[in-house]
């Protein structure tokens, strides 16, 4: 069974960075893409960045592009997003999700992740 546990959330001024971490285990993850997605209160779960297991491939929502970096240490069978230039609007739980069996388009859905974290919180202050 896949596990998926995130870490590294908190509470950070605006304009300041925080790295989150995902460690997969349950599985190889070959062929998996990993995303990461946040839900703020009162609003829907939106994509933030995605990954192949292979790390070559990079996808970005327009909010966060150019903050935040998406990589993959395959040894560690570990996923992090560095967030930099922080806002409060990037104000959110975030969840790390596991998915397989589509092509790249479908990477920025949550329904392609069939696994998911359990979240962790970040919150930006003003």
């Known amino acids: 069974q896949v596990q998926l546990v995130e870490s590294g959330g908190g509470l950070v001024q605006a304009g300041g960075s925080l790295r989150l971490s995902c460690a997969a285990s349950g599985r190889t993850f070959s062929n998996y893409a990993m995303g990461w997605f946040r839900q703020a209160p009162g609003k829907e779960r939106e994509f933030v960045a995605a990954?192949?297991?292979?790390?070559?491939?990079?996808y970005y929502a327009d909010s966060v592009k150019g903050r935040f970096t998406i990589s993959i240490d395959n040894a560690k069978n570990t996923v992090y997003l560095q967030m930099n230039s922080l806002k409060p609007e990037d104000t959110a739980v975030y969840y790390c999700a596991a998915g397989s069996g589509g092509g790249r388009i479908l990477y920025y859905t949550a329904p392609f992740y069939h696994d998911w974290g359990q979240g962790t919180q970040v919150t930006v202050s003003s």
């Open positions: 990954i192949n297991w292979s790390g070559g491939r990079v």
